[in-house]
């Protein structure tokens, strides 16, 4: 046999050995599901939908806006997904340095006793030197089996992923800011209502102490009166409970103390929010919301790591070469007859590994089937999320047409009351009766626009926040997910 033909029969010794490791039955068995697979979801008709950025400024309103700005800035949770992409950046680094050469310069010296019986020269025999190196070392893995190109592919999916949950994660923050901002904004108009309906039955009860003390009226009926006034008292202390804790909440939401939300002054919103969609959604439109395209890093990024598993069942090789001084003493290391040099490869196989190469890769399989399920979830929960929004917001406008009638028809009858008194057909009881009814009308208006304003923000909210899916650097393949 040829002397040149031996490596090569022992590297094909090798690669046969490698059937000892069988990975042929360990495969992910989940599926990605295609949003196109959900249909297209019927939705009341809304004309003409848009994408929107930083879709709160459209309420109007620096103090929100101000708010938002301020919890962007200062969050911590924003602050942790910042940490995470710089972190995933450096894992990308890492695995791209895998795929080149490695180059080190070493020194060492030993100071040993050699024996008297190894391979060394008589003269250092049983005597006490030290033993030097001065050499270049290089070497690169030959990445036959790609594994190192995938798990490349991993940490560029994992970087992605990163970035994009910190866009989710702006997202959730800036609509819960929103959120509680119009609850604040609700709360504000309620108190203003109830201060009035509490002057009116003032007003009411105490002619109803005129009259009851010329025997013109029932005790009962004062004592009515005087119910629904406590009750109302009472209704106002609660929404000052509650405003107290929605300016503590929007001061956390900003990351600042309770002294910020003291300052808040009333919200002075539109009344308005251009939220719209098409008659049909395309369910294939969600595949823009930041969670969403995160969730399809996540199993590109387990897709990977079932390849780099799958390619440790096979043989690596190693190419290494040095150049330097090798002496015994330091006397003579950089003599030119110290010169050592050397080149060639180096092969591994694991032949009984096959125990934990298998568990490694079935708990690979397993990681890539639970993040394409939790994206299938995800998909349909999104799904679930436009569709509530329209509902509420088509809900609350068509309720709010017919509470408006409601209003304008309790107007009407202070008008008529107004006209019966001033023919001495009614007191002016009767008119703070009809008055109260407006109120009454008034504060239900109230939680329909909150309903309305708070609908249409979520709409936005859950079709991406105002993200448009060309922000994301990185492109996912035909075949991404697929390991």
Known sequence: MKPAARPLLAALALTLLAGCASHRDIQPRATLKPPATLGDAPLPSQPGWQAQTAY?????????????????????????????IRRAAALTDAAESALLPQLSAGFDSTLQRFSEHG?????????????????????????????????????TASHALAELE????????????????????????????????????????????????????????????QQSLAQLRVERAQLDERLGLQRNLLAALSGQGPARGERLTAPSLRGELDAHL????????????????AGRWRVEAAAADVDVARAQFYP?????AFLGFSSIGL?????????????????????????????????????????????????????????DQARGLDGATRQASLARDTLVAAQRGVDLMETRRSKGL?????VLGAQMA?????????????????????????????????YNPYTLTASAGQP
Request: aromatic share 6%.
């Open 56 to 84: 709160w400024t459209q309420f109007g309103d620096p103090q929100l806006d101000a708010l938002v700005g301020e919890a962007l800035a200062g969050a911590p949770s924003l602050a942790v997904a910042d940490a995470r």
């Open 119 to 155: 391979m060394v020269s008589p003269t250092y025999a049983g005597k006490i030197r030290t033993n030097n190196r001065l050499a270049l070392d290089a070497g690169i893995e030959l990445d036959l089996w790609g594994k190192y190109r995938r798990a490349l592919d991993g940490a």
């Open 166 to 225: 910190a866009v989710a994660a702006r997202n959730a923050l800036s609509a819960s800011v929103v959120r509680a901002y119009l609850e604040f904004d609700r709360l504000q108009a309620q108190q203003r209502l109830v201060d009035r309906q509490i002057a009116l039955r003032q007003d009411a009860e105490r002619l109803q102490g005129i009259r009851f003390s010329i025997g013109l009226e029932a005790e009962i009926d004062r004592n009515l009166q």
């Open 278 to 293: 098409p008659s049909v959604l395309p369910s294939d439109l969600l595949a823009g919301r930041p969670d969403l395209l």
């Open 316 to 320: 690596s090789v190693n190419l290494a």
């Open 331 to 387: 006397d003579m290391l950089l003599d030119p007859k110290s010169r050592v040099f050397g080149a060639g490869p180096a092969i591994r196989l694991p032949i009984f590994e096959a125990g934990r190469l298998r568990a490694s890769l079935s708990m690979k399989a397993a990681d890539y089937d639970a993040a394409v399920e939790q994206y299938n979830a995800s998909l349909v929960e999104a799904l679930r999320d436009v569709c």
């Open 426 to 430: 009614a007191s002016r009881l009767h």
């Open 438 to 470: 407006v109120l009454a009308q008034e504060r239900v208006q109230t939680d329909l626009r909150a309903h309305r304003l708070d609908a249409a923000a979520g709409l936005l909210r859950a079709l991406g926040g105002g993200f448009a899916p060309a």
